[in-house]
């Protein structure tokens, strides 16, 4: 079983930053890929970033790119988004999930074996 606890959302003015983490407190998450989808209100779960099992390959949604960054600690058992430049429209719950047995398109929902609770973001003034 997989356990994941993301953290570090918050109210932040735009243009601001914040830095999202998710920890997987049960086993090493090591030998899988990890991504961060986000959900606004009333809208679906969409994709957001995604990085492979050892950290090194990341792929972004075209809306974040240059403004966001994943990345993925093995020995922490954390993975982290940096959001900067945030804007209105990144204003979400933000969702880690783990890609262990699935192997479909990472950029769909169905192909996560497991998923954090979520932290709330919201970009305003």
């Known amino acids: 079983q997989v356990h994941l606890v993301e953290s570090g959302g918050g109210l932040v003015q735009p243009g601001g930053s914040l830095r999202l983490s998710c920890a997987e407190s049960?086993?090493?998450?090591?030998?899988?890929?990890m991504a961060w989808f986000r959900q606004a209100p009333e809208r679906e779960r969409v994709f957001v970033a995604r990085?492979?099992?050892?950290?090194?390959?990341?792929d972004y949604t075209d809306s974040v790119k240059g403004r966001f960054t994943i990345s993925k600690d093995n020995d922490k058992n954390t993975v982290y988004l940096q959001m900067n430049s945030l804007r209105s429209e990144d204003t979400a719950v933000y969702y880690c999930?783990?890609?262990?047995?699935?192997?479909?398109?990472?950029?769909?929902?169905?192909?996560?074996?497991?998923w954090g609770q979520g932290t709330r973001v919201t970009v305003s003034s």
């Open positions: 999930g783990a890609q262990l047995y699935n192997t479909g398109d990472y950029k769909q929902v169905r192909s996560y074996d497991y």
């Open positions: 049960q086993r090493s998450f090591s030998t899988y890929p």
């Open positions: 990085i492979d099992w050892n950290g090194e390959v990341a």
